[in-house]
């Protein structure tokens, strides 16, 4: 086999209980919520499938496949009619060059996570968060209906195995029913099945041998290494579940970490760049003698390779960053890691608008995903002479769009191409969004875009000859008339992420909530360990979706108090005074830091209109402030309707 020059390691030929791997990447289960209600595939799945093998991994997994029918955003395998329709998702993967992989599973306590109906557990135990938010109670299994629990897994991967697919992937981790067996945190039962960690792992073990019984296919469990749940799967726990598994038969274990709970560490939220947990990675690789598969923060080739030279796994995983760049893989097979479209974490389409939505998966950075109902860049039969002002997600989204559709494109930004991705990309746990500002200059660079590295003004727009503008300046921050807010210890918190967040003050209070005002508390008292307290004029801090959730626990570890119904009224004396349920109330802090928001900035149309006769577009957070995602999709939409 001829070695890769670029990545030898991760284009290296691998074997899995003797089936052939054409290198060493894996693109794990992040599902595509495609499927037909039935939990069939639909013709758009195929399409997913086609273009996820196209992509070059050398093992395929998409949607998981439920045991049992219940109601499910998945797929499902849970009788033989399915067999048909499955198949043709296994010869799609294989005629597209990659292995067909089947991922089995009951989600358990995690249906309440994606809109399932059948809530059961090894206990009456829920995740207490999702309690308090109205998540239902989960129905602890009778030993009987475990039994059967068994032969479904087992049935379902021979189904699995006469469908075509060519090695199955069992899911025993992230809170699904398995998982919940596991721990020791959810599984509170007395019987044969609770208890000890051998009772405790007994269900996973019998699921291994009726699969073992009925198919002849290659084996894989996917486990979290450890939870991160209180009281929950431990690293040390699992080291002796990877073995239990292997003795019983299994062919490859499959690595990830957390659980959809604890978001932080299982969606690699707010995590700095890099593979997650590689100690704890690396203790179940020498526990065992068969391969071991590692997914989570393995954003980069450059990673995945480092991962495998240094003998931490066999195999790596691709989930979101799949989404991110469908050929991921082919774009690294080819030396060309730099043109990889980087996944910058944030669980905005993926998870939020995505499967706890009940709709399809998205990308906030990449939006013509699963997008199968239209050309990605429909090729314009009358080429526009267009104006972009501002190179930030949406503008620079915009200008490769519309070059790519066959426009003429020229690009104003005065500053530096990525707008305010680089004041976003501070904290270290963002340094993705930088790795996005630094994609979209190179493929700038490389387009037909004609950059002009100047702030552009009607007047410019004027002399052009423009036919369309399409502005995309951003938003400007809200500012604040309140008394005292011209004293020395008072900064915007935009200002202060563009100094790092140097801070000459111990104690600090952050005005205002929202992403800004959290990322700037968590720097300060995480990389400073200033005590930080941030307030909200609302009834509760909340930043909405998975990342909420995220910085809520992370704020709540790093100390950071919060103080709700509290309106800033003035600085006096260099202390914040605030309106509260109890009157006027003075904090004593050294330093006070003003997140107040943003506001659209649509006056350059207006200015644009009175002067030169142009079609105009505004678009992003100059058209409202909101995330990434809506910058960029609403970039590409526009460019492609011109």
Known sequence: MKKNQHFPKLFERGYIAGLEI??????QPMGTELGNPDGSP?????????????????????????????????LSIASDPYIGPMSILAKTLKHHGAVPGLQ???????????????????????????????????????????????????????????????????HSACGVLLSNFLSPLNNTRTDMYGGSLHNRMRFLMEVIRNIKQKTSVP?????????????GITIEETIEVAKACERMGADVINITWGSHAEVVNAAGLLSPHGANHVDMAKRIKDAVSIPVMLCGGIYTPEIGEQLLEDGVCDYVGIG??????????????????????????????????????????????NPTLYQ????????????????????????SAAALTAAECGHDVTLFEGREVGGVLKEASVPVYKEDLGLLGKYYQRQIAKSNVKLVEENATPETIAAGDFDAVIIATGGKVRELNLPGLDSDNVTYAMDLMK????????????????????????ILAEDFGKDVTITTRQDNFFVPG???????????????????????????????????????ETMDVDAVVISPGFLPTSQMRDDIEQIADVDTYVIGDAKAPRLVMDAVHEGYKTAINL
Not at 375 to 388: G, H, L, M, Q, S
Not at 499 to 522: N, P, T
């Open 320 to 365: 979101k960053p799949a989404l991110a760049d469908p050929f991921w893989a082919k774009k690294a097979e080819e030396g060309r890691s730099g043109d990889i479209r980087p996944c910058i974490g944030c669980g905005v389409g993926c998870h939020d608008r995505g499967m706890l939505s009940g709709g399809m998966v998205q990308c906030a950075v």
């Open 546 to 584: 998975v990342m909420g959730i995220a910085y809520m626990t992370r704020l709540a570890m790093a100390g950071v108090k919060t103080k709700t119904r509290a309106n800033l009224v003035e600085v006096k004396d260099g202390k914040p005074v605030f309106s509260t349920m109890n009157g006027l």
């Open 219 to 231: 084996l894989s469990i996917r486990l979290s290494g450890c939870d991160f749940e209180p009281g």
């Open 499 to 522: 100094q790092g967040c140097q801070l000459d003050a111990d104690k600090v209070v952050v005005v205002g909530g929202g992403i800004v005002g959290a990322e700037a508390a968590l």
């Open 372 to 395: 199968f109902d239209r050309e990605y860049f429909p090729k314009t039969d009358r080429p526009k002479k267009v104006a972009i002002i501002g190179a930030g997600p949406a503008g």
């Open 104 to 170: 089995i599973v009951h989600p358990g306590r995690d249906a309440a996570f994606v809109a399932g109906d059948d809530l059961i557990s090894s206990s009456r135990v829920m995740w207490e968060p999702w309690y308090e938010n109205g998540g239902g109670v989960p129905r602890e299994l009778t030993i009987e209906e475990i039994h059967e629990f068994v032969e479904a897994f087992g049935d379902a991967a021979e189904r699995g195995q006469r469908a075509g697919f060519e090695i199955i992937d069992v």
């Open 22 to 27: 054409k290198n060493r990447i894996v693109r």
């Open 42 to 74: 639909s013709w758009a799945t195929v399409k997913a499938y086609a273009e996820a093998a196209d992509g070059g991994a050398g093992i395929v997994y998409m949607d998981n496949a439920g045991v049992t029918q219940f109601h499910h955003v998945g």
